[in-house]
């Protein structure tokens, strides 16, 4: 996939699907010259292999940024646009700047650095993160993350079970959802939690 190129970014996003919390995304440009062993797709590791690969990453990556995009902006843009968002935002902060991105297929379009269009010459893959150990990459440092986050959130919110379901439509978060209803960090325009809001004017007034 590098065909000459020096600076290969490889972007990916976590927690698209979740019903909570912030979508994570991450970029990360490897260095050649240093290999790190084990690194695939986020989904097929363990949570202590992807700990243990986040750290090596992070250490000998030649430049790596992870962003959020919490709920509230998921909500006003669609997911869809806030994961595009986030990995603009993300490949924006590295430095160097890469020569080419690779994505999770995801087709980027709109402004990045400083409000510039992005014109970086770029390839969405179809299971890019099981094609690309760039994106790979960009996988386990999203994950790693979001789900340290969603640690967090179960703090402040244990009735969701966050720490084990990491905020995803679960039995059990699904069931706490309708016993207790959403909480803030909840993304509204998603079902069902849209379901369990409660109505702007619950009650009618006669006369």
Not at 62 to 67: G, N, P, S, T
Request: aromatic content about 6%.
């Amino acid at each position: 996939m590098r065909q000459g190129r020096e600076r290969v970014a490889g972007c990916d996003e976590a927690g698209r699907g979740a019903l909570i919390g912030p979508l994570y995304a991450a970029a990360v440009i490897l260095d050649p010259r240093h290999h790190i062993p084990g690194i695939d797709d986020s989904k097929k590791l363990s949570p202590d292999a992807r700990l243990g690969l986040d750290e090596e990453i992070r250490l000998h990556a030649l430049a790596w940024q992870v962003v959020a995009v919490e709920a509230p902006e998921i909500d006003e843009l669609n997911v869809y646009e806030a994961s595009r968002q986030a990995m603009l935002r993300a490949l924006g902060a590295l430095d160097p700047a890469p020569d080419f991105v690779l994505t999770d297929a995801m087709p980027l379009h709109g402004r990045w650095r400083d409000g510039e269009p992005f014109r970086i010459p770029h390839r969405a893959l179809i299971h890019g993160d099981a094609r690309s150990v760039s994106i790979a990459a960009a996988s386990i440092l999203a994950k790693v993350a979001r789900d340290a986050r969603m640690v967090e959130l179960h703090q402040l919110y244990p009735q969701y079970a966050l720490a084990k379901n990491k905020g995803y439509g679960t039995a059990d978060h699904l069931a706490s959802l309708a016993r207790h209803g959403p909480c803030p960090e909840h993304r509204k325009t998603f079902q069902p939690v849209k379901d369990y809001l409660l109505p702007l004017f619950p009650f009618s007034h006669v006369g």
